[in-house]
Nanobody, 118 residues
Framework: QVQLVESGGGLVQAGDSLRLSCAAS????????MGWFRRAPGKEREFVAT????????SYADAVKGRFTISRDRAKNTVYLQMNSLKPEDTAVYYC???????????WGQGTQVTVSS
């Protein structure tokens, strides 16, 4: 059974940086896609970024492009989300997800809170 555990969230000021981590376990992730999503208060969950476990190909939501970077360490079975130039509108619970293909995520983490003050 796949387990995803996020960490690294916190309270920061606008313009600061944070790095989220997602420790993945329970299977080999070769051929899988890993993603980050977020849910802001009162809003629907939205896509943030995704990465192909094998080739490292990435994709980003327009709202974070140029500020956030998704990466993975296959030796550590960990996915990262480096968030720079944070804005108050980035405030949300951030979730890690894993699936056999993009757009079809089977497993989700419990989420980590990111709060950006102005």
């Amino acid at each position: 059974q796949v387990q995803l555990v996020e960490s690294g969230g916190g309270l920061v000021q606008a313009g600061d940086s944070l790095r989220l981590s997602c420790a993945a376990s329970g299977r080999t992730f070769s051929g899988w896609v890993m993603g980050w999503f977020r849910r802001a208060p009162g809003k629907e969950r939205e896509f943030v970024a995704t990465i192909n476990w094998n080739n490292g190909l990435t994709s980003y939501a327009d709202a974070v492009k140029g500020r956030f970077t998704i990466s993975r360490d296959r030796a550590k079975n960990t996915v990262y989300l480096q968030m720079n130039s944070l804005k108050p509108e980035d405030t949300a619970v951030y979730y890690c997800a894993a699936g056999r293909r993009a757009g079809s995520y089977e497993s989700w983490g419990q989420g980590t809170q990111v709060t950006v003050s102005s």
